[in-house]
Protein backbone atom coordinates (compact mmCIF):
# COMPACT_ATOMS: atom_id res chain seq x y z
CA UNK A 1 0.00 0.00 0.00
CA UNK A 2 1.42 3.40 -0.80
CA UNK A 3 2.26 5.68 1.90
CA UNK A 4 -0.16 8.79 1.97
CA UNK A 5 0.74 12.38 0.37
CA UNK A 6 0.52 14.67 3.19
CA UNK A 7 0.39 18.41 1.98
CA UNK A 8 1.56 20.80 4.11
CA UNK A 9 -0.34 24.11 4.39
CA UNK A 10 1.06 27.42 4.09
CA UNK A 11 0.10 27.99 8.01
CA UNK A 12 2.86 25.33 8.87
CA UNK A 13 5.83 27.15 6.83
CA UNK A 14 8.00 29.71 7.94
CA UNK A 15 8.35 31.22 4.59
CA UNK A 16 7.68 34.80 4.95
CA UNK A 17 4.37 35.82 2.60
CA UNK A 18 4.08 36.78 -0.54
CA UNK A 19 5.52 40.44 -0.89
CA UNK A 20 7.43 40.44 2.00
CA UNK A 21 10.61 39.55 0.86
CA UNK A 22 10.80 42.17 -1.87
CA UNK A 23 14.37 43.92 -2.11
CA UNK A 24 14.99 41.53 0.45
CA UNK A 25 18.55 39.11 0.46
CA UNK A 26 17.87 35.90 1.91
CA UNK A 27 21.23 35.08 4.61
CA UNK A 28 20.62 31.21 4.39
CA UNK A 29 23.57 30.02 1.77
CA UNK A 30 25.26 33.26 2.46
CA UNK A 31 29.24 32.35 3.66
CA UNK A 32 30.56 33.86 6.45
CA UNK A 33 32.55 36.54 4.62
CA UNK A 34 29.33 36.85 2.19
CA UNK A 35 27.52 37.73 5.68
CA UNK A 36 29.63 39.76 6.68
CA UNK A 37 30.25 41.77 3.56
CA UNK A 38 26.15 41.60 3.50
CA UNK A 39 25.95 43.37 7.20
CA UNK A 40 28.52 46.09 7.02
CA UNK A 41 26.77 47.19 3.84
CA UNK A 42 23.48 47.80 5.68
CA UNK A 43 25.73 49.76 8.41
CA UNK A 44 27.41 47.14 10.78
CA UNK A 45 30.35 48.74 12.13
CA UNK A 46 33.63 46.29 10.84
CA UNK A 47 34.30 46.25 13.71
CA UNK A 48 31.70 44.59 15.06
CA UNK A 49 31.20 42.88 12.15
CA UNK A 50 32.43 38.99 12.69
CA UNK A 51 30.36 39.36 16.18
CA UNK A 52 27.23 40.05 14.38
CA UNK A 53 27.86 37.14 11.76
CA UNK A 54 28.74 34.76 14.73
CA UNK A 55 25.69 35.39 16.59
CA UNK A 56 22.98 35.82 13.18
CA UNK A 57 24.81 32.30 12.19
CA UNK A 58 24.26 30.77 15.32
CA UNK A 59 20.38 31.61 15.58
CA UNK A 60 19.94 30.66 11.94
CA UNK A 61 21.96 27.16 11.77
CA UNK A 62 22.54 25.80 15.47
CA UNK A 63 18.79 26.83 16.49
CA UNK A 64 16.67 26.96 13.15
CA UNK A 65 15.25 30.30 13.96
CA UNK A 66 13.55 32.26 11.23
CA UNK A 67 12.09 35.63 12.68
CA UNK A 68 15.48 38.34 13.20
CA UNK A 69 12.69 39.25 16.27
CA UNK A 70 13.61 35.97 18.10
CA UNK A 71 17.56 37.18 18.00
CA UNK A 72 17.51 38.10 21.35
CA UNK A 73 21.06 39.13 21.94
CA UNK A 74 20.73 41.51 19.47
CA UNK A 75 19.36 44.56 20.05
CA UNK A 76 16.13 45.67 19.53
CA UNK A 77 17.04 48.55 16.62
CA UNK A 78 19.55 46.00 15.41
CA UNK A 79 17.18 43.33 14.76
CA UNK A 80 14.53 45.77 13.05
CA UNK A 81 17.28 46.92 10.98
CA UNK A 82 18.10 43.17 9.83
CA UNK A 83 14.44 42.47 9.10
CA UNK A 84 14.41 45.78 7.36
CA UNK A 85 17.64 44.41 4.69
CA UNK A 86 17.00 40.72 5.03
CA UNK A 87 15.04 37.83 4.96
CA UNK A 88 15.72 33.98 6.38
CA UNK A 89 13.51 32.02 4.11
CA UNK A 90 14.06 28.06 2.90
CA UNK A 91 12.63 26.04 0.03
CA UNK A 92 8.85 25.36 1.13
CA UNK A 93 7.41 22.17 1.41
CA UNK A 94 4.56 20.85 -1.17
CA UNK A 95 3.86 17.55 0.16
CA UNK A 96 5.55 15.14 2.30
CA UNK A 97 4.79 11.13 2.09
CA UNK A 98 6.06 8.70 4.42
CA UNK A 99 6.87 5.38 3.76
CA UNK A 100 5.98 1.84 5.70
CA UNK A 101 9.89 1.86 6.30
CA UNK A 102 9.84 5.51 7.98
CA UNK A 103 11.40 7.26 5.05
CA UNK A 104 10.14 10.40 4.49
CA UNK A 105 10.17 12.09 0.84
CA UNK A 106 9.89 15.58 0.45
CA UNK A 107 8.34 17.37 -2.46
CA UNK A 108 9.81 21.43 -2.04
CA UNK A 109 9.40 23.97 -4.19
CA UNK A 110 11.80 26.94 -4.46
CA UNK A 111 12.62 30.24 -6.40
CA UNK A 112 10.70 30.95 -9.23
CA UNK A 113 7.71 27.67 -8.91
CA UNK A 114 10.73 24.97 -9.53
CA UNK A 115 10.71 22.01 -7.83
CA UNK A 116 12.79 19.06 -6.26
CA UNK A 117 12.56 16.25 -4.03
CA UNK A 118 14.65 15.33 -0.89
CA UNK A 119 14.36 12.26 1.38
CA UNK A 120 15.36 11.27 4.76
CA UNK A 121 16.33 7.84 5.66
CA UNK A 122 16.16 6.73 9.32
CA UNK A 123 18.29 3.61 10.43
CA UNK A 124 19.04 2.56 13.79
CA UNK A 125 22.23 4.16 14.26
CA UNK A 126 21.76 7.46 12.28
CA UNK A 127 19.08 9.57 9.69
CA UNK A 128 20.91 10.19 6.30
CA UNK A 129 19.15 12.61 4.09
CA UNK A 130 19.50 13.02 1.01
CA UNK A 131 19.55 16.10 -1.00
CA UNK A 132 19.38 17.35 -4.50
CA UNK A 133 21.78 20.16 -6.32
CA UNK A 134 19.73 20.58 -9.52
CA UNK A 135 16.08 21.08 -10.89
CA UNK A 136 16.40 17.97 -12.91
CA UNK A 137 19.19 16.49 -14.12
CA UNK A 138 21.54 16.91 -17.33
CA UNK A 139 23.10 13.24 -17.11
CA UNK A 140 20.39 11.43 -18.60
CA UNK A 141 21.30 7.89 -17.14
CA UNK A 142 19.14 5.11 -18.46
CA UNK A 143 18.51 2.81 -15.54
CA UNK A 144 17.51 6.84 -13.23
CA UNK A 145 14.30 7.64 -13.17
CA UNK A 146 15.58 11.17 -12.28
CA UNK A 147 17.27 11.17 -15.54
CA UNK A 148 14.31 11.44 -17.50
CA UNK A 149 13.90 14.89 -16.05
CA UNK A 150 15.27 17.84 -18.55
CA UNK A 151 17.89 20.07 -16.71
CA UNK A 152 16.47 23.39 -15.69
CA UNK A 153 18.52 25.22 -13.33
CA UNK A 154 21.31 24.58 -10.59
CA UNK A 155 19.91 24.88 -7.02
CA UNK A 156 21.80 28.02 -4.92
CA UNK A 157 23.67 27.16 -1.54
CA UNK A 158 20.57 28.73 0.24
CA UNK A 159 18.38 25.83 -1.41
CA UNK A 160 20.79 23.29 -1.16
CA UNK A 161 21.54 23.97 2.82
CA UNK A 162 17.60 25.16 3.18
CA UNK A 163 16.79 21.43 2.33
CA UNK A 164 18.50 20.15 5.76
CA UNK A 165 17.07 23.06 7.54
CA UNK A 166 13.63 22.45 6.19
CA UNK A 167 14.36 18.25 7.02
CA UNK A 168 15.34 19.41 10.68
CA UNK A 169 11.87 21.43 10.87
CA UNK A 170 9.90 18.88 10.18
CA UNK A 171 11.88 15.89 12.46
CA UNK A 172 11.15 18.76 15.37
CA UNK A 173 15.43 18.67 15.84
CA UNK A 174 16.58 22.10 16.91
CA UNK A 175 17.22 22.23 20.17
CA UNK A 176 14.40 23.84 22.84
CA UNK A 177 15.07 27.43 24.40
CA UNK A 178 17.46 27.36 27.54
CA UNK A 179 19.33 24.25 25.77
CA UNK A 180 22.64 23.88 24.16
CA UNK A 181 22.44 22.62 20.59
CA UNK A 182 25.21 20.21 21.17
CA UNK A 183 23.53 17.84 23.53
CA UNK A 184 20.52 17.23 21.23
CA UNK A 185 20.46 13.97 19.66
CA UNK A 186 21.38 14.06 16.36
CA UNK A 187 18.36 12.65 13.85
CA UNK A 188 19.71 14.30 11.02
CA UNK A 189 23.87 12.69 11.26
CA UNK A 190 24.65 12.46 7.59
CA UNK A 191 24.30 13.95 4.25
CA UNK A 192 24.21 12.60 1.20
CA UNK A 193 24.39 14.50 -2.25
CA UNK A 194 22.68 11.82 -4.58
CA UNK A 195 19.45 13.25 -5.30
CA UNK A 196 18.13 15.25 -7.91
CA UNK A 197 21.13 16.57 -9.98
CA UNK A 198 25.38 16.11 -10.66
CA UNK A 199 26.49 18.18 -7.16
CA UNK A 200 30.25 18.70 -9.87
CA UNK A 201 28.15 20.70 -12.16
CA UNK A 202 27.43 22.70 -9.91
CA UNK A 203 29.99 22.68 -7.79
CA UNK A 204 30.50 26.30 -6.16
CA UNK A 205 27.02 26.02 -4.85
CA UNK A 206 27.24 22.82 -3.66
CA UNK A 207 31.30 23.57 -1.88
CA UNK A 208 29.53 26.81 -0.74
CA UNK A 209 26.38 24.80 0.75
CA UNK A 210 28.57 21.91 2.44
CA UNK A 211 30.80 24.33 4.14
CA UNK A 212 27.59 25.99 5.99
CA UNK A 213 26.53 22.18 7.20
CA UNK A 214 30.22 21.33 8.51
CA UNK A 215 30.70 25.14 10.10
CA UNK A 216 31.51 23.58 13.35
CA UNK A 217 29.23 26.99 15.16
CA UNK A 218 26.35 25.79 12.77
CA UNK A 219 24.96 22.52 11.45
CA UNK A 220 28.25 21.01 12.48
CA UNK A 221 28.26 17.90 10.38
CA UNK A 222 31.64 15.88 10.01
CA UNK A 223 32.98 15.91 7.02
CA UNK A 224 33.13 12.37 7.28
CA UNK A 225 29.31 12.25 7.57
CA UNK A 226 28.52 14.51 3.95
CA UNK A 227 28.88 11.89 0.93
CA UNK A 228 28.80 13.74 -2.83
CA UNK A 229 27.63 11.30 -5.04
CA UNK A 230 29.32 11.93 -8.99
CA UNK A 231 28.43 10.37 -12.13
CA UNK A 232 32.41 10.73 -13.10
CA UNK A 233 32.82 14.76 -13.65
CA UNK A 234 36.10 14.21 -13.96
CA UNK A 235 38.16 17.47 -13.75
CA UNK A 236 36.23 18.39 -10.59
CA UNK A 237 37.10 15.17 -8.61
CA UNK A 238 40.33 16.44 -7.52
CA UNK A 239 38.95 19.96 -6.36
CA UNK A 240 35.85 18.34 -4.64
CA UNK A 241 39.12 16.62 -2.43
CA UNK A 242 40.65 20.06 -1.77
CA UNK A 243 38.09 22.03 -1.27
CA UNK A 244 35.20 20.51 0.50
CA UNK A 245 36.90 17.13 1.69
CA UNK A 246 34.29 14.84 1.85
CA UNK A 247 33.29 11.60 1.06
CA UNK A 248 32.93 10.39 -2.68
CA UNK A 249 30.29 8.06 -4.20
CA UNK A 250 31.11 7.07 -7.49
CA UNK A 251 28.06 5.91 -9.77
CA UNK A 252 29.81 3.18 -11.53
CA UNK A 253 28.00 0.53 -12.93
CA UNK A 254 29.89 -1.10 -15.63
CA UNK A 255 33.11 -2.76 -16.25
CA UNK A 256 33.11 -1.91 -19.77
CA UNK A 257 33.24 1.45 -21.86
CA UNK A 258 30.35 -0.29 -23.97
CA UNK A 259 28.06 -0.98 -21.30
CA UNK A 260 28.79 2.47 -19.45
CA UNK A 261 28.49 4.44 -22.22
CA UNK A 262 24.62 3.46 -22.24
CA UNK A 263 24.43 3.39 -18.67
CA UNK A 264 26.00 6.56 -17.54
CA UNK A 265 26.35 8.30 -20.95
CA UNK A 266 29.51 10.79 -19.12
CA UNK A 267 31.60 7.92 -20.00
CA UNK A 268 31.47 9.15 -23.47
CA UNK A 269 33.31 12.21 -22.24
CA UNK A 270 35.42 10.59 -19.31
CA UNK A 271 35.63 7.15 -19.85
CA UNK A 272 36.87 4.49 -17.06
CA UNK A 273 40.39 5.20 -17.54
CA UNK A 274 40.09 8.30 -16.78
CA UNK A 275 37.84 8.33 -14.08
CA UNK A 276 40.16 5.70 -12.22
CA UNK A 277 43.00 7.54 -13.46
CA UNK A 278 41.31 10.89 -11.46
CA UNK A 279 40.39 8.52 -8.48
CA UNK A 280 43.28 7.00 -7.74
CA UNK A 281 44.82 9.89 -5.68
CA UNK A 282 41.37 11.22 -4.50
CA UNK A 283 41.85 9.23 -0.80
CA UNK A 284 45.41 11.01 -0.28
CA UNK A 285 44.11 14.51 -1.12
CA UNK A 286 40.87 14.03 1.02
CA UNK A 287 42.09 12.16 3.91
CA UNK A 288 39.22 10.18 3.49
CA UNK A 289 39.45 6.18 3.85
CA UNK A 290 38.05 4.92 0.73
CA UNK A 291 35.69 5.47 -2.00
CA UNK A 292 32.21 4.15 -2.75
CA UNK A 293 31.67 2.69 -5.90
CA UNK A 294 28.23 2.40 -6.33
CA UNK A 295 26.83 -0.46 -8.42
CA UNK A 296 23.09 -0.88 -9.52
CA UNK A 297 21.98 -4.60 -10.15
CA UNK A 298 20.79 -4.80 -13.95
CA UNK A 299 19.78 -8.19 -14.98
CA UNK A 300 21.06 -9.50 -17.49
CA UNK A 301 23.03 -6.11 -18.65
CA UNK A 302 26.10 -5.91 -16.04
CA UNK A 303 25.53 -8.91 -12.94
CA UNK A 304 27.38 -11.45 -14.66
CA UNK A 305 30.65 -13.31 -12.63
CA UNK A 306 32.92 -11.90 -15.60
CA UNK A 307 31.47 -8.18 -14.77
CA UNK A 308 32.12 -9.34 -11.09
CA UNK A 309 35.40 -10.40 -11.94
CA UNK A 310 36.83 -7.16 -13.74
CA UNK A 311 35.69 -5.02 -11.32
CA UNK A 312 37.52 -5.51 -9.13
CA UNK A 313 40.65 -6.30 -11.12
CA UNK A 314 39.31 -2.36 -12.36
CA UNK A 315 39.53 -1.23 -8.59
CA UNK A 316 42.79 -2.70 -7.79
CA UNK A 317 44.66 -0.17 -5.45
CA UNK A 318 41.84 1.91 -5.09
CA UNK A 319 40.86 1.96 -1.43
CA UNK A 320 37.19 1.10 -1.75
CA UNK A 321 33.79 -0.74 -0.73
CA UNK A 322 31.14 -1.12 -3.70
CA UNK A 323 27.53 -0.64 -2.74
CA UNK A 324 25.54 -2.93 -4.57
CA UNK A 325 22.61 -1.38 -5.70
CA UNK A 326 19.16 -3.41 -6.49
CA UNK A 327 17.38 -1.52 -9.03
CA UNK A 328 14.62 0.26 -8.26
CA UNK A 329 12.00 -0.24 -11.10
CA UNK A 330 9.66 2.84 -12.54
CA UNK A 331 7.26 2.95 -14.63
CA UNK A 332 8.25 2.47 -18.45
CA UNK A 333 11.99 1.74 -16.68
CA UNK A 334 13.31 -0.47 -20.03
CA UNK A 335 15.84 -2.98 -17.15
CA UNK A 336 14.53 -5.46 -14.58
CA UNK A 337 16.38 -6.11 -11.12
CA UNK A 338 18.58 -8.94 -10.84
CA UNK A 339 17.75 -11.74 -8.72
CA UNK A 340 18.62 -11.95 -5.40
CA UNK A 341 20.17 -15.09 -5.73
CA UNK A 342 22.60 -12.73 -8.88
CA UNK A 343 23.18 -10.24 -6.83
CA UNK A 344 24.68 -12.28 -3.26
CA UNK A 345 26.39 -14.38 -6.04
CA UNK A 346 28.08 -10.91 -7.08
CA UNK A 347 28.79 -9.67 -3.93
CA UNK A 348 30.50 -13.29 -3.34
CA UNK A 349 33.26 -12.58 -6.01
CA UNK A 350 33.96 -9.23 -4.65
CA UNK A 351 33.91 -9.82 -1.06
CA UNK A 352 36.26 -13.14 -1.46
CA UNK A 353 38.68 -10.24 -3.28
CA UNK A 354 38.78 -8.52 -0.26
CA UNK A 355 36.37 -5.44 -1.06
CA UNK A 356 33.08 -4.87 1.41
CA UNK A 357 30.15 -5.70 -0.99
CA UNK A 358 26.89 -4.51 0.96
CA UNK A 359 23.80 -4.91 -0.87
CA UNK A 360 22.11 -1.72 -0.04
CA UNK A 361 18.26 -2.32 1.13
CA UNK A 362 15.89 -0.20 -1.16
CA UNK A 363 13.98 2.36 1.06
CA UNK A 364 10.71 4.27 0.53
CA UNK A 365 9.67 2.14 -2.45
CA UNK A 366 6.36 2.74 -2.00
CA UNK A 367 6.59 6.14 -2.30
CA UNK A 368 9.33 6.35 -4.89
CA UNK A 369 11.69 7.45 -2.73
CA UNK A 370 14.17 5.02 -3.53
CA UNK A 371 17.59 4.94 -4.90
CA UNK A 372 16.95 5.99 -8.61
CA UNK A 373 13.25 6.86 -8.13
CA UNK A 374 13.34 10.71 -7.18
CA UNK A 375 11.89 12.99 -9.83
CA UNK A 376 9.16 15.17 -8.64
CA UNK A 377 5.24 14.55 -7.98
CA UNK A 378 4.13 17.27 -10.66
CA UNK A 379 6.73 16.56 -13.43
CA UNK A 380 5.20 13.18 -13.33
CA UNK A 381 1.62 13.91 -13.19
CA UNK A 382 2.22 16.36 -15.71
CA UNK A 383 3.08 12.90 -18.45
CA UNK A 384 1.05 9.95 -18.94
CA UNK A 385 2.80 6.46 -19.12
CA UNK A 386 3.23 6.59 -22.79
CA UNK A 387 5.05 9.60 -22.36
CA UNK A 388 7.51 8.14 -19.58
CA UNK A 389 7.81 4.69 -21.59
CA UNK A 390 8.85 6.88 -24.74
CA UNK A 391 11.53 8.93 -22.79
CA UNK A 392 12.77 5.61 -21.40
CA UNK A 393 13.34 4.32 -24.83
CA UNK A 394 14.90 6.97 -26.13
Known sequence: MSAPQTPITQDVLTLPRKGEEEGKRNLVGLTRDQMREAL?????????????????????????????????????????????????RVPEIVTKAVSEDGTRKYLLRIAGGHEVEAVYIPEESRGTLCIS????????????????????RNLTAGEIVGQILVARDDLGEWPEPGRNPHDETRLLSNIVLMGMGEPLYNFDNVRDGMKIAMDPEGISLSRRRITLSTSGVVPMIARTA???????????????DEVRDTLVPIN?????????????????????????????????????DEDAHRLVELIRGI??????????PWPGAPYDRSSNNRIRAFADII?????????????????????????????????????????ARA
Open 351 to 391: YKAGYASPIRTPRGEDIMAACGQLKSETERERKSKRQIEAE
Open 133 to 152: SQVGCTLTCSFCHTGTQRLV
Open 268 to 304: KRWNIEALLGALKDYPRLSNSERITFEYVMLKGVNDS
Open 40 to 88: IAIGTPEKQAKMRVGQVWAWIYQRGVRDFAEMTNLAKAYRAQLDEHFVI
Open 319 to 328: PAKINLIPFN
Open 242 to 256: EEIGCLLAVSFHATT
